[in-house]
């Protein structure tokens, strides 16, 4: 039985290392889906350090993303409430996956894996830690709506510190 076990894990895991897997092509499709400046509203799913709101809350703001290094990256500036953010995102040749960095307010820093599944929908997984050390882990989507002026982060397993934080349905605008 545990090497039934054994070669079932071994026989899917290139199943899961290949779903979160991207093109160029693709990379260059979200980058132009993520690129512009956005309206947010931002309900918060923590009590993130940094920010003077709490759990529940809900906050506004500008979220700004622009093209660097020839279109081979972007960079995301998120500014709600009283924190701020900052990704790079970028596609890896070598992983062939869409890797982004994420750094905010407070210390908060995550590693996000984002792939697609159809044009309006593209999932993402996630990995980081508060300054604390506490861990958070999750995976959801973005979902492009009204021919890419709405762009919709959800997610409804997010955890931090192991415990279940609260669904994520962030919801940003093209302003421009």
Not at 16 to 40: C, N, P, Q, Y
Not at 87 to 106: D, M, P, R, W
Not at 117 to 146: A, C, H, M, P, R
Request: glycine residues 10%.
């Amino acid at each position: 039985m545990r090497y039934l076990s054994l070669a079932f894990i071994l026989v899917c895991s290139p199943l899961v290392a290949e779903e979160t897997t991207a093109t160029r092509k693709e990379f260059d499709e979200f980058a132009r889906l993520m690129t512009g400046r956005f309206a947010s509203e931002i309900k918060l799913i923590h009590d993130w350090p940094g920010h003077t709101k709490k759990r529940g809350d809900v906050i506004a703001g500008i979220r700004m993303v622009t093209k660097v290094a020839d279109g081979s990256a972007f960079m995301v500036t998120d500014a709600a409430g009283t924190g701020i953010g900052k990704e790079l995102c970028v596609y890896n040749t070598a992983t062939k996956q869409i890797e982004s960095l994420i750094v905010f307010t407070g210390g908060t820093v995550m590693k996000v894996v984002t792939w697609k599944e159809t044009s309006k929908k593209w999932n993402w997984v996630l990995t980081g830690s508060l300054e604390d050390g506490k861990k958070i882990k999750g995976s959801g989507y973005w979902e492009f709506k009204n021919k890419g002026k709405q762009l919709h982060l959800i997610s409804d397993n997010f955890t931090i510190g192991g415990k279940p934080a609260d669904k994520l349905h962030d919801k940003y605008i093209r302003v421009r």
